[in-house]
T-cell receptor, first 114, second 110 residues
């Protein structure tokens, strides 16, 4: 069965810390995505990657960076965490084949920045 | 950029009722997705459709491309159907990006 695993369900960090959120998929998918989900705003795309070492900015990339050194792993980095980055973070993956494909989501990481 | 509107934002029903959640979008799409998110849980894909109608158990999804509108129906609703239902559209192109609606919170009471 398809599996997208996020390293933590809950995480508490302090303002100014560098924060790493990890995501691993076991489906050999080319595409991987990082979203944040906030009440009243829905899911918003931060970054996505369509291949190893390739990345593109989403709708809200400010304050974030990403790393994709291996096909199965996509990391989201908060360079200097701020309280407005407290949110639910969701990782997803999908095949890179032509035609529409569903995205498979992880369980999410609820990140609190104090 | 595609705009995706869902209605209603919140919906409360009694067990056994027929449920309809609506989704409208503003520009042409290659596919529309319906997703389900249980409280505190991850998101699962229910349907992906580009035309017509799909059915899975008690769930039915329809799409009208000309009217840029889709509906998700739940027949014989049950408390375990309580979740947030999210509509998302793929506007085509090669970047596989989705645009999401804000979601509909469904509560089914026993």
């Amino acid at each position: 069965d398809v599996k997208v695993t996020q390293s933590s369900r809950y995480l508490v960090k302090r303002t100014g810390e560098k924060v790493f959120l990890e995501c691993v998929q076991d489906m050999d998918h080319e595409n991987m995505f990082w979203y944040r989900q906030d009440p009243g705003l829905g899911l918003r795309l931060i970054y996505f990657s369509y291949d190893v070492k390739m990345k593109e900015k989403g709708d809200i990339p400010e304050g974030y960076s990403v790393s994709r050194e291996k096909k199965e792993r996509f990391s989201l980095i908060l360079e200097s965490a701020s309280t407005n980055q407290t949110s639910m973070y969701l990782c997803a993956s999908s095949p890179g084949v032509k035609g529409n494909q569903p995205q498979h989501f992880g369980d999410g990481t609820r990140l609190s920045i104090l | 950029k595609n705009e995706v509107e869902q209605s209603p934002q919140n919906l409360t029903a009694q067990e056994g009722e027929f449920i309809t959640i609506n989704c409208s979008y503003s520009v042409g799409i290659s596919a529309l997705h319906w997703l389900q998110q249980h409280p505190g849980g991850g998101i699962v894909s229910l349907f992906m459709l580009s035309s017509g109608k799909k059915k899975h158990g008690r769930l039915i999804a329809t799409i009208n491309i000309q009217e840029k509108h889709s509906s998700l129906h739940i027949t014989a609703s049950h408390p375990r159907d309580s979740a947030v239902y999210i509509c998302a559209v793929d506007s085509g192109g090669s970047n596989y990006k989705l645009t999401f609606g804000k979601g509909t919170l469904l509560t089914v009471n026993p």
